[in-house]
């Protein structure tokens, strides 16, 4: 191929982007306004690297089973690169608690229900250093893209390029031209709007999940072990005020999340501070085993991310590509909850979509048209799927903070089906395996959401559930761990 292609950005989406374009024989130019990862281990990249392009690089990420079966698929080499690095592989039987354990039975397809546990430094540092070997990508360190070259031909507006200036060369107005330019910059992308000064609205649906969360990494201490999987105290959870979570990383690290609504002022005022929030975190049974002080010591403070939305941008207007030649992937073009964890599954699906557009087809038109129906067709129901999960624990959260259930709200018999539902499909996913097997297929991205659900065999499993009652039900995803009261409670007495 000899189409030269310019990719905006090296975060993991530009880079799984670059990647596939060269392997399917396209040029690449990768632009970073950041350095090259520093020499040396997993910790060096960690802690040293800076990365401000990348807002999340140093909060925790789940590297579920689309990346990895995509990666163990088309690039076993780069897969064996990250366990090298430190990476670790956590298949289907090794995430089943006690009671399912005795049941399991291997069946085809477990195979492909594993993740990745890692810190994203060693991503990051990995695949940069896997990619810059391609013959065909040249990677551009330290330039900051100021705007979109573009021109109209025919009153089609057309990318062509970008204008850029380098950190190690005071000169403004550099352009850097190629035949499709693709935005890989992020949840802080510009092109929207130097594309509305082209006159090219780009539409969008943008949600606010109403959260912010707090990340603190630890390290576990010499002759520690990660406490077990399972056990009626579970390390991630939600108790309505408050979510929370451990992502167990590489080589001893791991990382907590403590999640809260916007409007619980004093809550997330506690959790910016280290000590409130190991206070916080040591109070919830299932996180205490983590990070009691005699299993792990501290690396970092306790860092946030705030402005959590669903978005959604729509390059096609009417039938008509807003512009030629220009294609925005991952968080630039469609942009889920991170607290999911599904950006980085959905970012190289996206690559591998354009990859195999480009190739079936040189016509511009055609190119942006099935691009957008194939992103259509493969990332909206995970879309969906997420914005559901927001709007859900934000009613969540509002109840507990008025003291009310959300089975207080009036909604009829089809409400309470649905909650009766969704307690049955709690219990049945903790106690069946066949259930646990179809639910970890959508978790992990391997399906679509709710296509485990088509199953007769998990309809009968789920329906025989709901005649247990749904008291019973519910207290399979009941989690342990204090009230708001008691939280605020705390707090106070920390503060005093």
Not at 4 to 11: D, E, K, P
Not at 268 to 285: N, T, V, W
Not at 447 to 474: C, H, S, W
């Amino acid at each position: 191929m000899t189409e030269q292609i310019l990719v905006i950005g090296s975060g993991i989406a530009g880079m799984c982007t670059s990647m596939a374009l060269a392997r399917k024989g396209f040029a690449v130019t990768l632009l970073e306004r950041d350095g090259e990862p520093p020499e040396g281990d997993a910790d060096k990249a960690f802690f040293e690297w800076s990365r401000r392009g990348a807002s999340q690089f140093r909060h925790p990420h789940a590297f579920l089973g689309l990346m990895c079966n995509l990666l163990q698929d088309n690039y076993p080499d780069l897969l064996e690169n990250f366990y090298a690095a430190g990476a670790r592989r956590v298949g289907f039987k090794e995430m089943l608690s006690p009671e399912l354990m005795a049941q399991y039975s291997p069946e085809p397809g477990d195979e492909k229900l594993f993740v990745l546990m890692c810190r994203r430094a060693i991503i990051e540092t990995v695949l940069r250093r896997y990619v810059s070997s391609f013959p065909g990508v040249r990677v551009l360190n330290g330039v900051h893209v100021d705007s979109l070259v573009s021109e109209k031909v025919d009153g089609q507006l057309v990318a062509r390029g970008v204008k850029i200036r380098r950190d190690c060369v005071a000169q403004f107005g550099e352009e850097i031209r190629a035949d499709v330019v693709v935005d890989a910059s992020g949840r802080t992308t510009k092109f929207p709007g130097w594309l509305e000064t082209e006159g090219a609205h780009v539409a969008e649906e943008n949600d606010d999940a109403e959260i912010v969360y707090y990340t603190r990494h630890y390290k576990l201490r010499p002759g520690q072990a990660e406490p077990p999987r399972g056990g009626k105290d579970r390390s991630a959870g939600d108790l309505g005020y408050i979510k929370f979570g451990v992502f167990p990383g590489d080589n001893g690290n791991f990382a907590l999340i403590v999640c809260v609504h916007n409007s619980e002022k004093e809550l997330r005022e506690a959790i910016k501070h280290s000590d409130q929030f190991d206070a916080i975190c040591r109070s919830i049974p299932g996180l205490l085993p983590w990070v009691a002080p005699e299993v792990s010591e501290p690396t970092t403070a306790s860092f946030g991310i705030g402005d959590i939305r669903s978005v959604w941008r729509h390059w096609v207007k009417d039938g008509q590509p807003l512009v030629h030649n220009f294609f925005a992937v991952g968080d630039a073009s469609v942009r889920t909850n991170p607290l999911y964890g599904r950006g980085c599954s959905t970012g190289i699906m996206h690559a591998h979509l354009l990859a195999d557009v480009l190739v079936a087809d040189k016509d511009a038109n055609t190119r942006a048209l099935r691009f957008s129906e194939r992103t259509e067709a493969e990332l909206r129901p995970i879309h969906r799927a997420s914005l559901r999960e927001d709007q859900n624990g934000i009613r969540r959260s509002v109840a507990v903070r008025e003291g009310k259930k959300l089975d207080d709200a009036k909604g009829g018999f089809k409400k309470w089906f649905e909650a009766a539902f969704g307690d049955a499909m709690a219990g049945a996913a903790r106690y069946n395996l066949h259930v646990m097997r179809g639910m970890m297929r959508t978790f992990n991205l391997l399906e679509k959401p709710g296509d485990f659900l088509k199953d007769r065999k998990t309809q009968a499993i789920v329906f025989l559930y709901m005649l247990r009652g749904r008291a019973k039900n519910a207290s399979a995803r009941i989690v342990r761990g204090p009230t708001r009261d008691e939280t605020m409670k705390l707090i106070e007495s920390l503060q005093g």
